[in-house]
């Protein structure tokens, strides 16, 4: 071999290594492993967990309102003449003033009552910071419930195109040897059309499922933040172990301590609360302690105008109080009121709504093993079928065709078998999602 095409077969091969690389190798991941990435890199979670502490800062804000307040003003000012006159305008003179004016004014205040109204606040800014926090929560096991339900169907799917191969496979098989008994004259051509159209459909049904996947993985790659060419493959241990099957009183007593929901109708009745104590709040005077100091020059009070600086402090109490909130405050008071009985209404509705949610998927949860159990029946059965036409076929007593159909109700048995596998997982998982526990 020259030299040249030996670096041309090393180009050749190296070339073809880079690409090999270059191709998105599969990615294996678990469930919880894809939970915990979602958490760290989904858009939608780090949204909500913006959210989360921005009301966490409201409350540093609200907390604002209980600390002092300084109020500092300077200033200087150019004063003009004064004028003088009698009370009747006449006579009037020109009078010198000092023209250069300052002033410095400090001061300082704290509110020690304000009749539960900053305290109120307070708690109504903690509230909205807890009720952030379901929503965060609550979004989470949105993605969760989204990310597991596409997982689930990309298995699924996978595992029904592999059934296509195996029945193209066969079906070329068959088709290939009706074709050599057509050429010896012992089939018709109308036997070729039939199997050829039954590849076509296959090989179609084939393309379908495989475009799925590519959809779904899209899917789970966008939500997870990886790479556009990962290819995520499911866990091959997923289906070892199964969930078992529990008491539907238990699923009913988790939903109402840890559905995020039923959390939040429980914080929007505190909320409409502290709105009532706010809105009374309004009919009580406010109390604070207040001190201050003043420089002015020059001291214009004084005729003629003393040309001199002067500075006075003060210490006192301050009461304010709103005259008009005594005859505004009742129509306040008594939305806020109705603010509340509607929160607790909603909290008994929603109540109810969860309480039907989990029954149905407890239901469906307990329908998947009835499925299951069905679907193992008929693989067996599938199994028996299978050996009885195997023995028929090598006794030349059973058509190629009738092992090659006890041959895909077998392979199509078995997938029937890991799709009710599949499916008590995903029901698991919707159960978990309605009792906020996903």
Known sequence: MSTLNKVLVLLSVSIHTCYVFSQSVPQVLTIEQMFERADSCSRSIRTYSLAEQEAQQAIRVAKNAQLPSIDVSLSASYLGDAWLSDRDFSHGERAAMPHFGNNFAIEASQVIYAGGAISSRIAMAKLHHQLAQLDLENNKQDIRFLLVGNYLEMYKLKNQAEVYRKNI????????????????????????????????????????????????????????????????????????????????????????????????????????????????????????????????????????????????????????????????????????HLSTQKAKESDLLLQEHIRTEVKEAYIRFRESFTIYQTQVKSLELAHQNYQVINNRYLNDLALLTDMLDASNSQLNAELQVVNAQIHILFQYYKLKKTTGTL
């Not at 809105?279 to 009580?284: I, N, P, V």
């Open 169 to 336: 496979e066969q079906t070329r098989t068959l088709l290939a040897e009706i074709t050599a008994k057509q050429q010896q004259g012992i089939t018709l051509k109308n036997d070729i059309t039939r199997y050829e159209l039954q590849l076509q459909s296959l090989e179609l049904a084939l393309t379908q499922v495989e475009n799925g996947i590519v959809i779904l993985n899209h899917q789970l790659i966008t939500v997870l933040g990886l790479p556009e060419e990962t290819q995520i493959e499911a866990d091959s241990h997923l289906l070892e172990q199964l969930p078992l099957l529990s008491d539907e009183n238990r699923w009913q007593e988790t939903a109402l301590f840890s559905s995020p929901l039923l959390q939040q109708a429980k914080l929007h009745i505190e909320q409409s609360q502290y709105g009532e104590k706010l809105a009374r709040s309004g009919r009580l005077p406010s109390v604070a302690l207040i001190a201050g100091d003043n420089l002015d020059g020059p001291i214009t009070f004084e005729i003629p105008p003393i040309n001199r600086n002067i500075n006075y402090w003060y210490v006192g109490l301050g009461v304010k109080f709103n005259l008009a909130s005594t005859f505004k405050s009742g129509k306040e008071v008594r939305l806020a």
